[in-house]
């Protein structure tokens, strides 16, 4: 080089100039899921069912309504967050910095670290294609999923070639894969999909061997279906890995926290909760009201309702709550419903005490052979490596 300006060849015809490339690209929601969270919500209010409503908290309010919660929903007072999704990672971001809830998520970042330094990355093939299933706000992806992406582009003998960032939430999809994009250089696409139920998912096929990633024992937070038949919570989660194994093929690896606590007491000191989440699990109330499903657009969510944190012993899990603070009507589209002070209502559920025996057993029905249990002293989150060992049918 001579230090001089070229004149640089021209690019013939319609051909795309080297420099040029896509770096995001966009679409629009076609999902609309108000008619089910309706369902879902009035169901709960019945008492038909019980702690469902999970999926539809991750949930970002319509600011374009106009009433009062969409009026309040950017306040920076946790008291009056009521937009689901925001709400959950303020709630996420704060177990960070508490003292009292910080085991709840140090525990599975530990577990995590432990796998990289006892040489996860080099128990998997070369060229490895990582899918995020429900990585959550920024802040928890990072801490998660981004250590996992960070070592394998640290290793020499290692690349990826694309990552798919899956969610039930637009936001945490999108925001997931821009920040992944930014830090790693990578290509990333963002998938808006509910992967424990939809049966496939609109991942872009790419080179290398998928590598799943799911974190904060995502795969037990089962609803529990009171209709004749419902599936036990160990069909739902065998259904969850065929749902994998027929989505990313054989071969693919599935990496999966656990927590394998055993004491009820100390499983319910993790759910202490804070204002943020309890603006989280009564978001359901907001996004009625936001919805028109409740009539009054200005009812006192927090004035009406309480949180709380019970252990199931008949389905082993623990139910969060909503508790009736003061008898009331509530109007909705779907009738008045007189509810007396202390009233409970389940909102989600997440099994416990399950044992990397059970785990073991369920996953292994499915055609997914147990590479490596990665395991500390005194840290009952575990990391479990499996692979797809066996074709399953087309569709389920």
Known sequence: MNGRITKQPPI????????SQRVI?????????????????????R?????????????????????LLCELKDST?????????????????ETENNSNQRSRTDNEKSIIHTAVSQGLIDMLLPMLR???????????FMNKEGVILSAIIDSPNHDISALSVVDLHDRYARNNAVIAYAKFGINTEGVLGDF???????????????????????LLNIPSYKYKDAPTAEEKYKSYWRKMHNQHGLGSYVLLAVDTEQSTERLLE???HTENQKAFLLSAFARAAA????KNERYDIFGHWDTASKYDNQRDGVIQQSICKKSHILETLNGDFALEKGHAMGITLSYKKWTIKKHRNLIESENFRICHIFEQDNNPSKLILAQAVAKRPQFI
């Open 196 to 218: 424990m139920e939809n049966n496939r998912l609109a991942i872009t096929k790419e080179n290398g061997t998928p590598l799943v990633m799911i974190f904060g024992d995502t």
């Open 291 to 294: 919805q028109g499903i409740i």
């Open 12 to 19: 013939q015809g319609n051909t795309i100039h080297p420099k």
């Open 25 to 45: 690209r966009m679409s629009p929601l076609k999902r609309d899921d108000n008619a089910a969270f309706e369902a879902a919500f009035m169901a709960t209010i």
């Open 47 to 67: 008492g038909d069912e019980n702690a469902i409503l999970e999926p539809f908290l991750y949930h970002d309010i319509d600011t374009h309504k106009g009433t």
């Open 130 to 140: 990582p899918v995020s299933y429900g990585g959550g706000g920024q802040h928890a």
């Open 77 to 93: 007072d946790p008291t009056i967050i009521l937009s689901g999704a925001k709400a959950y990672e303020r709630y996420t971001e």
């Open 270 to 272: 993790k759910e202490r």
